[in-house]
């Protein structure tokens, strides 16, 4: 009998043993897979979208600078722990939408988180890297807006449908059309760190692409492609529809003065401005009309010829 309980004692101290080792095992994995599983937040930048989050009754929070101290404290929290954060925008008109569509009750944790996730896969997102709300929001901000923008103007291009008279569809030859004017103005701007805005008016409202592109003495210029196809798009719907846009080029070169150049839109084709042209509309303050002073160190061009190979535009 004291042989055999001896026995037992001994099984059941190595099943307590390979219990706590596969235990801590088991714990320490999923924590190193915990590591490698990214997390969003979606994040909300003003006072008038926390208000409305308020509404809800697990929406915990009735400070909104608390609310930003408490966001910031769980990112730093995230980058502690080794893990890749994402940060989107959490816009509570598209969170009602959302919620309606998919028939999912809003005033849930589990709702807000869903559509965080949808967000963060389709919309605008920053990558947290250390850096403070007050940098992050700003640049979160900027990058929702311009995938508005990209949004609206894709979908303006793929509403004109084909051309009565040829059967081309409108949308895709201003498309092309204005990817070749934009690699015609870098080829021709030369060597330097290139700074683009293109505006372009539509019914609704003002479409504004920004482009910041670098080229070397040699090879093409080096664009990020995502703002590259902004820049072409919003360029598209002015050529498309015909809008008295325009194009304002900054170029930033060692040793030299910025030089500033700038052309019309003029029936899907680019028209240099003159000099005292660009000067003028460099310097007015475009809310206002007032003029503002001219930077020092920066000279103002009259825009070159980019069209001598253009295809013609089509009608």
């Given at each position: 009998m004291a042989q055999t309980r001896n026995k037992y004692a001994g099984n059941k101290q190595t099943r307590n043993k390979r219990a706590t080792i596969h235990g801590r095992t088991g714990t320490t994995m999923r924590r190193a897979l915990r590591r490698e599983a990214p997390s969003t937040i979606g994040l909300l930048t003003d006072e008038q979208d926390f208000a409305v989050m308020r509404h809800y009754a697990t929406f915990t929070f009735?400070?909104?600078?608390?609310?930003?101290?408490?966001?910031?404290?769980?990112?730093?929290?995230?980058?502690?722990?080794?893990?890749?954060?994402?940060?989107?925008?959490?816009?509570?008109?598209?969170?009602?939408e959302f919620c309606a569509e998919s028939d999912i009750e809003p005033d849930s944790p589990a709702s807000r988180s869903r559509f965080t996730a949808e967000i963060a896969a389709i919309g605008a997102t920053v990558t947290y890297t250390g850096q403070p709300l007050d940098t992050l929001i700003p640049l979160l901000v900027s990058r929702s807006v311009r995938?508005?923008?990209?949004e609206y103007a894709t979908m303006l291009?793929?509403?004109?449908?084909?051309?009565?008279?040829?059967?081309?569809?409108?949308?895709?030859?201003?498309?092309?059309?204005?990817?070749?004017?934009?690699?015609?103005?870098?080829?021709?701007?030369?060597?330097?760190?290139?700074?683009l805005v293109c505006s372009t008016p539509t019914e609704n409202e003002q479409l504004?692409?920004?482009?910041?592109?670098?080229?070397?003495?040699?090879?093409?210029?080096?664009?990020?492609?995502?703002?590259?196809?902004?820049?072409?798009?919003?360029?598209?719907?002015?050529?498309?529809?015909?809008?008295r846009g325009g194009v304002v080029l900054r170029t930033s070169a060692p040793g030299t003065p910025d030089r500033v150049h700038g052309w019309r839109l003029i029936r899907g084709s680019l028209a240099p401005l003159t000099a005292g042209e660009v000067f003028s509309a460099y310097c007015t303050d475009a809310d206002t009309g007032?003029?503002?002073?001219?930077?020092?160190?920066?000279?103002?061009?009259?825009?070159?010829?980019?069209?001598?190979?253009?295809?013609?535009?089509?009608?």
């Open positions: 009735d400070d909104h600078s608390v609310y930003l101290q408490q966001v910031e404290g769980l990112l730093k929290a995230l980058a502690a722990q080794g893990m890749h954060t994402t940060v989107a925008l959490f816009d509570p008109e598209e969170y009602a995938r508005a923008t990209w291009l793929a509403g004109l449908g084909e051309c009565a008279d040829c059967g081309q569809d409108v949308g895709r030859a201003a498309f092309d059309r204005a990817s070749h004017l934009l690699l015609r103005t870098l080829e021709t701007a030369g060597p330097g760190t290139h700074h504004l692409a920004v482009l910041h592109t670098e080229r070397h003495l040699s090879g093409p210029a080096r664009l990020d492609s995502a703002e590259g196809a902004e820049f072409v798009t919003v360029l598209a719907v002015g050529i498309a529809l015909e809008s007032e003029p503002v002073s001219p930077e020092s160190g920066v000279e103002y061009c009259a825009g070159f010829d980019i069209g001598a190979d253009e295809p013609e535009p089509h009608h």
